[in-house]
């Protein structure tokens, strides 16, 4: 009897199995790779701030400082959103996973993709939550501030001011 696992279609099979695997590797690599990120683009909008010419009074921000922003916000998103996920993240042995958290349930009850939420939950029905609180805020506000720093460099490109 043939295998009706989608692994075992030919070349459909094949990129989904590179693509879930591309995105585990994102996820696990994310909550190392931001601080380089964000690093990064910390340190490009320091260099555009110290070029900026003197006086003139303020300005708004040109659509290159409005683009590091975006990325450095995704960049924060991603990799909040990378710890949260892989909180309560056990890959030998599932049923241990709240122990190995030191969180006071048996097995884990909820596991949710937005917003982040892995609880090991008792038998008498009190749950644990295994994600930090900070993941949830730092995922939402990076999401929107990245949206919207976005829609800001498209818009200063729009009229001109984009450097």
Do not use: K
């Not at 995105?23 to 701030?49: H, Y």
């Amino acid at each position: 009897m043939p295998d009706a696992s989608p692994r075992n279609h030919g070349l459909a099979g094949a990129v989904r199995s590179s693509v879930e695997s591309f995105l585990f590797l994102a996820l696990v690599l994310a909550p190392f790779l931001t601080p380089l990120v964000v690093a990064a683009t910390a340190l490009a909008l320091g260099v555009r701030a110290h070029r900026r010419e003197t006086g003139g009074g303020r300005r708004l921000p040109d659509a290159g400082s409005c683009a590091l922003v975006a990325v450095m916000a995704g960049a924060v998103a991603l990799g909040a959103y990378a710890v949260g996920v892989t909180s309560g993240f056990f890959v030998l042995d599932p049923d241990q996973m709240c122990a190995a958290e030191g969180a006071p349930g048996e097995y884990v009850v909820t596991r949710m993709t937005l917003p982040v939420s892995v609880q090991c939950v008792t038998e008498e029905g009190a749950g644990t939550e295994l994600v930090p609180a900070w993941v949830n805020p730092a995922v939402f506000g990076g999401i929107v501030l990245g949206a919207s720093a976005s829609v800001a460099a498209v818009t200063q490109r729009l009229r001109g001011t984009g450097n």
